[in-house]
């Protein structure tokens, strides 16, 4: 239910700044494929890539790498998307780069990632993005914006808006066992999204006053690649 809510939000998002509603999409770090499978029903030619894949076994219209995606689908994207993957990259200027190369000119970068700014101002309550494992990059709002600029990305939009992982962060800070991704039984699962939410909305003023003063735990920054890049 959580990721549901979580991707339905990056959705609206894209289509929101890209003013497409159908189109094709590039899922970066695209995991089991829950992304891909909700813009597909949602009408879009989505594909995603993962190197969590490089075993075989990928799932439905998912590869494990850009290579082997290029070679099934030469056709350039409208829409690449990163939901939290960028930060595991060693080199996120030349990670960008690559990803551009699969756009056509005019399409669109999607980026979500931790605030690291947000996350040492605010102490134990954002422990939970610190300590999640593999992070190879940080990222602050100068940092990215560079980063994205320096990749050939244009028009890029900046903030740190209200999202479903802002709003886990202080509650799974203070508590690390109600971290969703932990697998659980199905009565645990379902008790222990019960807790988070009641905890979430609790802490739902202090989360919102960051995300209004631009300082929120996400990082969301889109840009448009340039017909040079």
């Known amino acids: ?20 509603r159908r189109g094709r999409v ?27 894949w490089a075993g075989g076994g990928a799932p439905p219209h998912c590869y494990a790498d850009l290579d082997a995606l290029a070679r099934a689908q030469p056709d350039p994207f409208d829409i690449a998307v990163s939901n939290f993957s960028l930060e595991h990259c060693a080199d996120p200027t030349a990670t960008l780069r690559d990803w551009s190369r699969r756009l056509r000119p005019g ?20 422990r939970f ?33 209200l999202c479903t992982t802002a709003a886990l962060t202080p509650p799974c800070s203070l508590f ?23 905890l979430s909305f609790l802490f739902l003023p202090y989360t919102m006053a960051l995300c209004r003063g631009n300082r929120g735990f996400v990082l969301a920054a889109s840009g448009r690649k340039g017909s040079a890049a």
């Open 129 to 161: 993005q610190a300590s999640r494992p593999g992070h190879a990059a940080v990222f602050d709002p100068d940092s990215l914006r560079r980063l994205l600029a320096q990749a050939g990305f244009r028009e890029i939009r900046l903030g740190t808006p």
């Open 26 to 52: 590039l899922d970066m770090g695209c995991g089991d494929g829950a992304f891909v499978r909700v813009l597909r029903r949602g009408g879009w030619e989505a594909f995603g890539a993962d190197p969590a």
């Open 107 to 126: 399409g669109w970068i999607f980026v979500r990632v931790p605030n690291h700014a947000a996350v040492l101002r605010a102490g134990r309550l954002g």
């Open 176 to 198: 690390p066992g109600l971290d969703p991704v932990r697998p659980r039984s199905a009565p645990a699962a379902a008790a222990r999204v019960l807790l988070l939410g009641l």
């Open 1 to 20: 239910m959580l990721q549901t809510l979580r991707y339905r939000s990056v959705v609206r998002w894209l289509t929101a700044v890209s003013c497409l």
